[in-house]
């Protein structure tokens, strides 16, 4: 019904910038919070930073200050702008969002990108 495309990963030294991008296709009736994640091997995947319907958001205390999230309704899109990475950036970035997939009622259903790695060289 709905899919999560990311896009923007890479390589880049400490201290470079990237803005990792999650578009959403589908039966789309509307988008609820969305978000993202991250998860370095061997660990847990980690929230990074939330975005609500309103605009508000939420940050791991990791990325305070460094990164931002935003959104683009009219795009089905959620951006992710990482500034002044660190090595410990490095992982898997995966994004989230709460999507109304029918009209006929108010139900939001979670979907999850497939993922997009994002690497800091030092």
């Known amino acids: 019904q709905v899919q999560l495309v990311e896009s923007g990963g890479g390589l880049v030294q400490a201290g470079g910038s990237l803005r990792l991008s999650c578009a959403a296709s589908g039966s789309i009736y509307g988008l609820n919070a969305m978000g993202w994640y991250r998860q370095a091997p061997g660990k847990q995947r980690d929230l990074v930073a939330t975005i609500a319907s309103d605009g508000s958001t939420n940050y791991a205390d990791s990325v305070k200050g460094r990164f931002t999230i935003s959104r683009e309704d009219a795009k089905n899109t959620v951006y992710l702008q990482m500034n002044s990475l660190k090595p410990e950036d490095t992982a898997v970035y995966y994004c989230?969002?709460?999507?109304?997939?029918?009209?006929?009622?108010?139900?939001?259903?979670?979907?999850w990108g497939q993922g997009t790695q994002v690497t800091v060289s030092s």
């Open positions: 989230n969002a709460d999507v109304r997939v029918r009209l006929s009622i108010r139900v939001f259903q979670n979907y």
